[in-house]
Structures are given as C-alpha cells and as structure tokens.
C-alpha cells in the first residue's frame, strides 16, 4: 500500500500534461487520445469501458486501430510481422521476470507495448524501469495506470511522464 502512495506522488510530481511534451507523435497521441473525451463504442467486445483505466485503453485502441494482439501471459504464438500491440498485465511482470529480448523480437516499428499497471509492486516498478532504460525502445509513456512503449527507430529516445 505505502509502495502505491509513494509511487504515485513521484508520477504526480514529475507529470506534465500536453504543454510538457515537445514530441510530435506523442503531442498529437497525448491531445487526440488521452484526453479525448468522446465516448467510443468498445473496440474489442471483451473491453471492459466503464473505469478510467478501461475508457482510456479504448481511446488508445481507437486510436491506433489495433487489429492484431497479444498477452504476453497467455504465451500464444502469434508471428511478429503482425502484432499490433502486446499487452503485459502486473500480475504476469510481478511473478515472471520478462525478457526484454523476446518481446522485442515480437514487436515491429509501429508496435504499441502496453504495461498494465507499472507501478503494482516495487518488482513491477523494477521490471518497468528497466524498460524505459533499454535502448531498444525509443518512446516510453508512463500514465501512472499504464506505461507504453514504441521501437520508433526514427525518433530519439524519450521518456514521458503524463497525467491522464
């Protein structure tokens, strides 16, 4: 519990809006989809819509028209041509300890990753750390609720801290 409070004060600190971003990708991703306040049908029929955490995955999903996915801890063989998005969930990065390798050979230029919940347990906050190190992934996102991830080999490598 105290992992989670103190957690979230450093985001609230370090957060900006879209004023703090001087990305154009991620300008444009943070104004046309974070803070996007249409109401979207769900993207998925599964996709839950109703929390905070829920609609702004949906207006992520919209946003890039994701068709092809995969959950990592479902551990489905999938080729990697065409995988849109991968998405992790903590409760698989809080008891696995991911290889940064494999997930990156799944992924592609315009593969979005997705981090449910970085900011679980001090291991989540660990693993997640460590992915914005890497430099392999040129664009990371933290939104306290999920943290994001892009290759985009044409961009110069930037993490960004953003209130949702």
């Known amino acids: 519990m105290i992992q989670l409070i ?3 004060l450093k985001f609230l600190w370090n957060s900006k809006n879209e004023h703090g971003v ?6 444009l991703l943070v104004t046309k989809c974070f803070y996007d306040k249409a109401n979207f049908a769900p993207y ?5 819509t109703k929390s905070k955490k829920g609609k702004l995955l949906n207006r992520l999903f919209h946003y890039f028209q994701f068709q092809v996915g995969i959950n990592i801890s479902e551990n489905k063989k999938i080729e990697p041509s ?8 903590s ?5 696995q300890i ?3 390798e494999s997930i990156f050979a799944l992924a592609n230029n315009d593969t979005c990753l997705i981090f449910e919940n970085p900011h679980y347990s001090k291991a989540t906050e ?3 750390k460590s992915v914005v190190a890497n430099s392999n992934f040129n664009v990371t996102i933290d939104t306290y609720s999920f943290g994001l991830v892009f290759i ?6 930037e993490h960004f801290t953003i209130r949702v």
């Open 6 to 8: 103190t957690s979230y």
């Open 22 to 27: 001087h990305s154009p990708f991620v300008f």
């Open 44 to 48: 998925f029929p599964y996709l839950e």
């Open 82 to 89: 065409k995988v849109d998005f991968i998405y992790i969930d």
């Open 91 to 95: 409760i698989y990065l809080n008891e």
């Open 98 to 100: 991911i290889e940064l």
């Open 126 to 128: 660990l693993q997640w």
């Open 152 to 157: 985009r080999k044409e961009q110069v490598k």
